[in-house]
């Protein structure tokens, strides 16, 4: 794959405040026209990781490029070919939609801007609402406002910092065609979720906890590498059940579902022991596949072993 | 029960957690601590109503052993400290209307015969009277001086000379403010005061409402530069400005009466230097702020001192040298005196040229000081 076809491409992407490390020797390369899904607990550095490559934080350590331009010295050009939504609405609440929007196209220099206001309203279903104060609007047009002062210059590469938070699901729906739409169109797209369906709507994953890289590739590849055993219970008595499972050996998880609990391990064997002692004969145990969310838990405790 | 009286862990535990906040507040703590602290050593130390060691120029054309006593009785009197030995009239208006000077002297030829014939010799006094509480107390001095200070050179016959009146006749000229309005000292003074004020704390939350809102994250990542920023948040407020100079001018003019005899344009072109320097302290404040509560006490902590020990409310020449010090580095005590200077003085661009520099200075620091921490990037 030559360098030209990678719209992020880094190495070793460091990044400290004080003496903790926030971000540590990460590698990431995103394909253009990928959208990239990059999940982890709160307080992991995706943020972080995020700001160096929009050229707001300089990273301590590491190189590497973004869109072909060096993370450390071209950072001008950069911030001009990126489009960064960040996780708190950072618009003007005092302007109102057009006036947002127009203010960013200004400060970009965008070729024939009246029109491109008036398209991005459009494109946006903004247009009905373009005199309304940014400040009153509600969390699911605020989100479609601040994605379109991002898309405002045309930009190769989004950045989208937990845009969906506070959002209801038909909103995220629509926002996710939108996102589909823009990526078909050649733009690449980095996104940051705590929402799993979300995650599996993009078409790589990485998983980042306390500033380090623990997973990464296709939704089917995050999951196999995982080696995550798991099993669904139903039956009486699930609760004193859940009780004995934990903490037993090869136990790792246990996580109610409604009137079904999970059982997981990275030990089939250990954890097969296990149940089958704990188990009465009303249980009905079932092995099934691992989901995102039991992958992710279980990596997140595997670290907090590792550096808590 | 307890749920619906007062109780005291309840009231203890605000206590505490606002302990805990101001603790971490430091800002907030230090101006609490800092601005009595600064009013109690400027109200306490730095003002003084009755200003001393007044720099005077001497123009004594008289060698005699009268008039020699007479000089000496001044400096004595430690109100007035002679700089300046001079014989030219040119150059002793050029010292008064720069205001390097605060009094001349003038002793005439023959003072000592007139005395010693008893014909009661004029001396002329001119002052800088643009600042009335300036120059009051030294010329009430003069007039009691008078009276005393040839008691021992007129000996035997001579003592009759020891009149009511005084043996020698004092001409007060005071130049500028001949009738002692205080208005005409306060009113242009004012117009620095007000633009202080204000320009300052608009500018100081400017940034920090942007850091305060979120919305600086997002203005990072464009590409627009520091120097825009800053400049493009002075701008409009320049304007603001202006309309507040204009304002202050007309009440100046049709309701205190102030004279205005310099030329205005010259006076609006040195009030961009002015109005520039203010908002670029206030830009750096709020880049220097946490919050917009800090802004505004920063912003306060600026400004007492620019009321206080400007020349503003209390004589510039009345304070102590460190006071003198810290006056001279704020841009509202040049300009006080470049309005007063124009208004009241008539001066001209070659006068106000010595008040010009520093706050062309200021300018400079404050801006630079306030890209530079304006940081590009968040770390």
């Known amino acids: 794959m030559s360098a030209t076809d990678l719209a992020i491409d880094v190495t070793g992407v460091t990044k400290r405040f004080g003496d903790k490390t926030v971000v540590n020797a990460i590698d990431l390369s995103v394909r253009r026209g990928e959208i990239y899904g990059f999940l982890g607990p709160n307080g992991s550095g995706k943020t972080t990781f995020i700001r160096m490559l929009c050229g707001l934080l300089t990273p301590d350590g590491g190189s590497g490029t973004c869109l072909g331009y060096d993370l450390r010295t071209q950072q001008a050009e950069i911030k001009r070919h990126v489009g960064y939504m960040t996780q708190k609405f950072s618009y003007y609440e005092d302007l109102s939609i057009r006036e947002n929007l127009d203010f960013i196209a200004r400060i970009y220099a965008v070729p024939d801007r009246p029109a491109a206001v008036q398209h991005s309203l459009e494109r946006l279903g903004l247009q009905n609402r373009s005199h309304q104060l940014a400040g009153q609007l509600s969390g699911g047009w605020k989100q479609r406002l601040a994605l379109a002062a991002c898309l405002i210059h045309s930009p190769q590469l989004l950045l989208l910092d937990e845009p969906t938070a506070g959002v209801d699901p038909k909103a995220r729906r629509e926002f996710w065609d939108e996102i589909h739409q823009l990526a078909a169109d050649g733009l690449t797209v980095l996104i940051t979720t705590h929402y799993m369906d979300e995650a599996e709507r993009c078409h790589r994953l990485a998983y980042l906890a306390y500033g380090n890289l623990l997973a990464r590739g296709t939704l089917a590849e995050v999951l196999a590498a995982a080696h995550l055993t798991t099993w669904s219970v139903s039956g009486p008595g699930l609760r004193a059940l859940a009780a004995r499972l934990r903490g037993q050996p090869g136990v790792e998880q246990v996580v109610a579902f409604g009137t079904m609990l999970h059982v997981s391990g990275h030990d089939a064997a250990l954890l097969d022991a296990t149940r089958t002692a704990a188990s009465d004969p009303d249980h009905e145990w079932k092995k099934i596949n691992a989901g995102l969310e039991d992958v992710f838990i279980s990596l997140m405790d595997a670290a907090k072993d590792n550096f808590a | ?379």
């Open chain 2, 1 to 379: 029960m307890s749920e619906r009286r007062f109780t005291f862990h309840r009231l203890w535990a605000i206590v505490l957690k606002e302990f805990i906040q101001m603790k971490r507040d430091r800002v907030t703590f230090a101006m609490m601590v800092g601005i009595p602290l600064l009013q109690l050593l400027m109200f306490g130390y730095a003002i003084n109503s009755d200003p001393r060691h007044l720099p005077t120029a001497l123009r004594c054309a008289d060698q005699g052993p009268f008039a020699r006593t007479f000089i000496q009785a001044m400096r004595t009197s430690d109100y007035f400290v002679i700089v300046q030995d001079t014989a030219s009239e040119a150059e002793v208006q050029r010292l008064l209307q720069v205001g390097d000077v605060q009094f001349v002297i003038n002793i005439p030829a023959d003072f000592s015969r007139q005395l010693l014939r008893g014909e009661r010799p004029s001396v002329l006094i001119e002052a800088d009277a643009t600042d009335p509480a300036a120059t009051g107390p030294a010329l009430a001095a003069v007039n009691a001086l008078a009276g005393s200070i040839f008691n021992r050179d007129l000996p035997g016959p001579l003592a009759k000379l020891h009149g009511k009146a005084g043996p020698v006749d004092f001409r007060i000229h005071a130049h500028y403010n001949p009738e002692n309005i205080t208005q005409y000292n306060v009113v242009p003074g004012l117009m620095g005061v007000v633009l202080t004020m204000t320009m300052v704390i608009i500018t100081a939350l400017a940034i920090t409402r942007e850091r305060e809102r979120g919305t600086m994250e997002n203005l990072l990542a464009t590409p627009v530069r520091p120097f825009e920023v800053m400049v493009g948040k002075i701008l409009p407020y320049i304007a603001v400005g202006y309309i507040q100079v204009t304002l202050i001018l007309i009440a100046a003019r049709f309701l205190f009466h102030v004279p205005m005899v310099g030329s205005l344009p010259l006076l609006y072109t040195v009030a961009l230097l002015f109005i520039g320097a203010n908002l670029a302290v206030g830009i750096t404040f709020s880049t220097l702020a946490q919050n917009q509560l800090q802004a505004v006490q920063m912003a306060f902590f600026f400004f007492l001192p620019s009321i206080l020990l400007s020349g503003f409310m209390f004589p510039f020449r009345g304070m102590p040298p460190w006071a003198q010090v810290v006056g001279s580095c704020l841009p509202n005590t040049h300009f006080l005196r470049i309005v007063r200077g124009i208004l009241l003085k008539g001066n001209g661009f070659a006068e106000i040229t010595p008040e010009l520099w520093p706050l062309l200075l200021f300018l400079t620091v404050a801006m630079s000081v306030g890209v530079k921490r304006y940081r590009q990037t968040l770390d």
